[in-house]
């Protein structure tokens, strides 16, 4: 519930709009200067997350964040067609150490071919020379089931025509294969496969990813859905991860029947990646 001044605040509009345009500005001066810190650091890391919208890219990123045990400054959803710090939404979490200080780049539904565009590539080789910046690529990804439940629950335009499931299933599989046999997508920075039913669901397998990141292991951050993700599809204003975490492996059995989500996931190899990165039995038979 907010507070008495903080509804006085909002109940006068002109007042609201400069205390928000203040925070604004404060917050980009903040991410700036720790920015710079992070540039001045020895060893620090940019990490570059690219996924499908709706795979867990925000509470993925959320526990990075908080379990990153340097300084960590993060730039969501760039467009590869721009330059990596024209997001619109940041994040930082200052640290007193400078252990492990990270950049975090977040990508989303681009392929691998957006990836390697000028933009991103530029940056990254400038920071490698300048800085001696270390580069990590990882790509995000959720059982085909759940994910393509949830993109439909929340853009149903976008499944209107076969070329439009089609595509959407492209992108999919490009992303599943590289998490499968995770190689270099551009020099030689390592991918690694960030797997969203794992992380919320599996210690051991979060333990293990944050071992290889070289974070800290728990699950603060975890619980907590970030304002730029928007929330549940499912249930809109949902702002518990906890209650995602049991329902994470049965949500789309709500849209059983829909033809639209049957024939996204009615495919051969999309079944066979939800088995194998997954472990989730096929649930239909293949049409394709």
Sequence with gaps: MSSPLHRT???????HRILQSAKTRLHRATLHSLEKRVSRAEHYEIFVIFGMRRSGNHVTINWLLNQNPGTVVFYNNIRPENPPYSARMTEYRLRLTDRKPRIVLSYEDVSIAEMQWAHLTDFLTDRQARHGASVRFGVMMRDPYNLFASRLRKWPERFSTP??????????????????????????APVVPLLYNNLISDRAARDNLADQLEISRGTKGLDDIPVYGHGSSFD?????GAVVRDQVFSRWQTLTGNPLFEDMVRHSEIMEIGTRLFNMPAPFSPTD
Excluded at 170 to 187: C, S, V
């Design 9 to 15: 605040v909002r109940s006068v509009p002109a007042l």
């Design 163 to 188: 070329g439009d499931r089609a595509a959407q299933r492209t992108l999919y599989l490009e992303h599943a294969r590289l998490a499968l046999n995770p190689t270099p997508i551009w020099q030689d």
């Design 236 to 240: 809109g204003t949902e702002v518990s």
